[in-house]
C-alpha cells in the first residue's frame, strides 16, 4: 500500500480495510487534535489480471464496483479511468434526481435509482447532501401539458409521487417565477414531483470509490484503455497506457467515449456524442427551493446549499466530442433565464463548463451483456445519467454475477435497436435530465 | 462559432445550419431486411477524429451540404 497508510487506520490484511467511519464525534476529535483525515482511498500498483475491469471511473463505474463487491461478494476488481474519478460526466452535471419519467419502464428504474439515493448517505458512510426539494417541469403550451397529464398517470400507477398544478399553484412555489399571461411563453400548468432534488455529485462519486475501496476493489486513475483484447467471440483482456491485463469480463461505463471503447471490442452502438453545457452565478440568499424546468425555454434552473443558481440547457447543436463552451450558449441561456424569472438580470455569471453526452435514439440507456462474451455495456446515459448511477450499478453487478441482466434492466437491451423495441424517453428526458 | 464552408454561400456560421450527422450508405431498397433498415437508421459510427456529415442551410440557400469536419477540433473542409 503506497499511499496514507497511517497509524490510525484499522485492519490491513489481504488488500482489505475497514475505513474510519466518519461521525459527528470523529469531526470534533479532529477538530481538537487538528491531525489529517485519512486518504478516502488508495492508489495501488496494478496487477496483470482482475476477475472483473471496469472501464470508466464516474458514477456508474464505481457504483458497479461497490455493488459487485458489497451484495455478491465479488472484489477482484479493477475500476480504470483515463483521468481521475469523477473526472467525466459525474463530476460536470448538474446533479437532477427525479423519477417522473414517461414510460412504466423508465419510471420503475428511476424510481428505485432514487429510493437507492435516498439512503446512500448511510449506506457509504459519507453525506452525498441529497435534498429532495421537489422538481417542477413547466408547460408553456398544449401539447406539452398534455405530455404532462401523460406523464402524472402514468407516474401515479407506478407509485411515484407526482401531479399536474396550476399557474396560482406555481406562483405559490416558485414567487419570482413570472407566471403572468403577456409573455412570450405564459406559463400554463407544471408536472410537480415532490421527491426530485439536487444532491453532491462529486460526495456520490467519492462515496462510492471510498466504499469500493475498502472492499478491496482497486480504482487506477490516469490508466487509459487503449484495446481490448478478444478470442472465439470472447474478452480476455484491456491494454492499457499503464500495462496489459487479463481478465473475462469488461464493463464499459464510460458514457460520452463508450462507442470508442465498444468499438475496441467489435460491438457496434446506436449513439453519438454531443457536449451538454451548464453555468453557474454567484450564490445570492436563498430564493429558489425547487428545481424548475422548461422544456420550451430549453433551460432548468435550481440554486444549490451555497446560494448560486446553477443553469443547465439542451445538448449542443451537433455532435462533439470537444468540452469547450460557447458564447452562443451563455447568450442562449441568458435569455431564457430572464424570461422565467427577470428578477435576476443583475446577477452575474462565475463560470460554464461542458461535458460530453452519449445519446440514444429513443433517449434510454443501453444495458446488458453484447454479442462479445463477458464484455458488458452500461451506457446510453445521455444528458440524464446521474440520477441512474446506483440502481445501474446494481443491476450491472447482478447481471456480472449472475451472467444475466435482471428483470429491471430487461427492456434497455442493445438488441431492441435491430428488433425495433425502442423505449421512447425523449418526451420526460429532452431538456429535463 | 464555428463557420461552415457552403459551396453556394461561402463560410458562414454553424448557426445558420441544421447538423444532419454523419454519412451513412442506405441500404438497397430492393433486398434490405428489416434489421438492416433498423442499423441504417439508428447505428453510427461515432468517431472521433475527421468525419463526413451532411448539413442543411436552413438560414441560407437552403439546400443539404457535405461537410468533413473533425469532432474534436471541430475545423472543417468543403467537400463538393
Ligand atoms: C452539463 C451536464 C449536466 C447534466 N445534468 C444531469 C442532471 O441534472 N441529472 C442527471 O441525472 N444527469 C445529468 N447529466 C448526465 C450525467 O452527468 C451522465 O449521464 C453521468 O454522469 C454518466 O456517468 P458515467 O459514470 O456513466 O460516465 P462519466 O462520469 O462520464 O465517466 C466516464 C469516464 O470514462 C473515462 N474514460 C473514457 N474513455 C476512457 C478510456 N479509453 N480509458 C479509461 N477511461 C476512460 C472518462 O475519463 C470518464 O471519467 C448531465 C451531464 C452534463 C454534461
Ligand atoms: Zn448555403
Redesign the interface.
Known amino acids: 500500500m503506497s499511499v496514507g497508510n497511517g497509524s490510525h487506520r484499522a485492519g490491513n490484511r489481504n488488500g482489505k480495510r475497514r475505513p474510519q467511519r466518519y461521525s459527528a464525534f470523529g469531526l470534533f476529535k479532529r477538530g481538537l487534535s487538528r491531525s489529517d483525515w485519512p486518504r478516502v482511498w488508495q492508489e495501488r500498483p496494478l496487477k496483470s489480471t482482475y476477475d472483473v475491469v471496469i472501464i470508466g471511473g464516474g458514477v456508474h463505474g464505481l457504483a458497479t464496483a461497490y455493488y459487485l463487491a458489497a451484495n455478491h461478494g465479488i472484489t477482484n476488481v479493477a475500476v480504470l479511468d483515463k483521468g481521475y474519478l469523477g473526472g467525466g460526466g459525474s463530476g460536470r452535471n448538474t446533479a437532477i434526481l427525479r423519477s417522473n419519467y414517461l414510460t412504466p419502464e423508465g419510471v420503475r428504474f428511476y424510481d428505485r435509482s432514487l429510493h437507492l439515493y435516498e439512503n446512500l448517505a448511510s449506506e457509504l458512510n459519507f453525506n452525498v447532501m441529497f435534498s429532495q426539494r421537489g422538481h417542477m417541469t413547466l408547460a408553456h403550451n398544449d401539447n406539452s401539458l398534455r405530455t404532462l397529464r401523460w406523464r402524472a398517470e402514468v407516474n401515479k400507477l407506478q407509485g411515484v409521487d407526482s401531479e399536474v398544478i396550476d399557474p396560482a399553484q406555481i406562483k405559490e412555489l416558485v414567487p419570482y417565477l413570472d407566471t403572468s399571461t403577456d409573455t412570450r411563453y405564459p406559463i400554463l400548468g407544471a408536472l410537480y414531483h415532490p421527491p426530485g432534488g439536487i444532491i453532491r455529485h462529486d460526495a456520490v462519486v467519492w462515496g462510492y470509490a471510498r466504499a469500493a475501496d475498502a472492499h478491496g476493489v482497486h480504482l487506477h486513475q490516469n490508466t487509459e484503455v487503449t484495446g481490448i483484447e478478444t478470442a472465439d467471440g470472447r474478452v480476455t483482456g484491456v491494454r492499457t497506457t499503464k500495462g496489459d491485463i487479463s481478465t473475462p469480463v469488461v464493463v464499459n461505463c464510460t458514457a460520452g467515449w463508450s462507442s470508442l471503447i465498444s468499438d475496441m471490442a467489435g460491438v457496434d452502438m446506436p449513439v453519438t456524442t454531443s457536449p451538454l453545457q451548464a453555468a453557474v452565478t454567484e450564490p445570492v440568499k436563498p430564493f429558489l427551493g425547487t428545481v424548475v424546468v422548461s422544456g420550451t425555454l430549453h433551460v432548468y434552473v435550481s440554486q444549490t446549499d451555497r446560494g448560486e443558481l446553477v443553469f443547465g440547457a439542451s445538448v449542443d447543436p451537433f455532435t462533439s466530442y470537444s468540452m469547450r463552451g460557447s458564447l452562443e450558449f451563455a447568450e442562449g441561456l441568458a435569455g431564457h433565464v430572464l424570461e422565467l424569472m427577470p428578477a435576476v438580470s443583475k446577477m452575474r455569471l462565475l463560470r460554464q463548463w461542458a461535458g460530453l453526452c452519449d445519446m440514444t435514439p429513443d433517449y434510454s440507456p443501453i444495458m446488458g451483456p453484447t454479442h462479445v462474451d463477458g464484455f458488458h455495456v452500461d451506457v446510453g446515459w445521455g444528458t440524464y445519467g446521474f440520477k441512474a448511477g446506483p440502481v445501474s450499478g446494481e443491476a450491472m453487478a447482478d447481471t456480472v454475477a449472475n451472467g444475466r441482466p435482471p428483470e429491471i434492466i430487461a427492456p434497455f437491451g442493445i438488441d431492441r435497436f435491430e428488433m425495433g423495441q425502442l423505449v421512447g424517453e425523449k418526451g420526460a428526458a429532452a431538456v429535463g435530465h | 462559432?464555428i463557420q461552415l464552408p457552403c459551396p453556394w454561400c461561402g463560410p458562414r456560421n454553424?448557426?445558420e445550419f441544421?447538423?444532419h450527422?454523419?454519412v451513412t450508405p442506405r441500404p438497397d431498397v430492393g433486398t434490405a431486411t428489416?434489421?438492416e433498415w433498423?442499423?441504417y437508421?439508428?447505428?453510427?459510427?461515432?468517431a472521433?477524429g475527421w468525419v463526413d456529415e451532411n448539413w442543411y442551410h436552413t438560414a441560407g440557400c437552403r439546400r443539404f451540404i457535405r461537410v468533413r469536419r473533425h469532432?474534436?477540433?471541430?475545423e472543417t473542409e468543403a467537400t463538393r
Open positions: 462559432m454553424a448557426s441544421t447538423h450527422g454523419e428489416p434489421e433498423r442499423r437508421l439508428y447505428f453510427r459510427q461515432n472521433n469532432t474534436t477540433s471541430n
